[in-house]
């Protein structure tokens, strides 16, 4: 019983942590949505010459972009490992006292939690790609 209040509470941390991740990469989205969209100002005001904007905007975009697509790879993995490090928890306490806990506890108490499906990550890290093109596309 104490075990599964423990790995209970640790769940909660990984599934409040990775809420908070997303959130925060949220607002990031928007940083980098909105220096695409000075981006293309700048060049739509003047086509093949960017006006009034320095090399270095067009590149510290370059690079908020670049991190802004890190972190969201390093939150996926997050939930990948976290997902897995419970099941392996849940085996190898299985294997130890031999009760068969894992299915059940991964289906009821790991499967509904945030980091086991996450489709709002999945569409930042397409958007973030497409945006690190045009970013490059419009920086050069």
Do not use: W
């Not at 949505?33 to 370059?62: H, I, K, N, S, T």
């Not at 390093?74 to 392996?88: D, H, R, T, V």
């Not at 499967?111 to 490059?136: D, N, V």
Request: proline share 3%; net charge positive.
């Amino acid at each position: 019983v104490a075990f599964f209040r423990a790995l209970r509470a640790e769940l909660q941390k990984s599934a409040q942590f990775f809420e908070q991740a997303e959130s925060i990469l949220e607002i990031r989205r928007e940083r980098v949505a909105e220096a695409l969209r000075q981006l293309r100002r700048a060049v739509d005001a003047a086509p093949g010459v960017v006006a009034g904007l320095d090399a270095a905007a067009g590149d510290r975009a370059l690079a908020a972009c670049v991190g802004y697509y890190r972190d969201l790879l390093l939150l996926e993995n997050y939930a990948i490992i976290n997902y897995c490090g419970f099941s392996k928890i849940l085996k190898k306490h299985d294997k130890q006292t031999g009760y068969v806990t894992r299915s059940q506890f991964m289906r009821i108490c790991v499967a509904p939690q945030p980091f086991t499906h996450y489709p709002r990550l999945l569409e930042m890290i397409k958007e973030a790609e497409g945006s690190y093109r045009e970013i490059s596309a419009a920086a050069s």
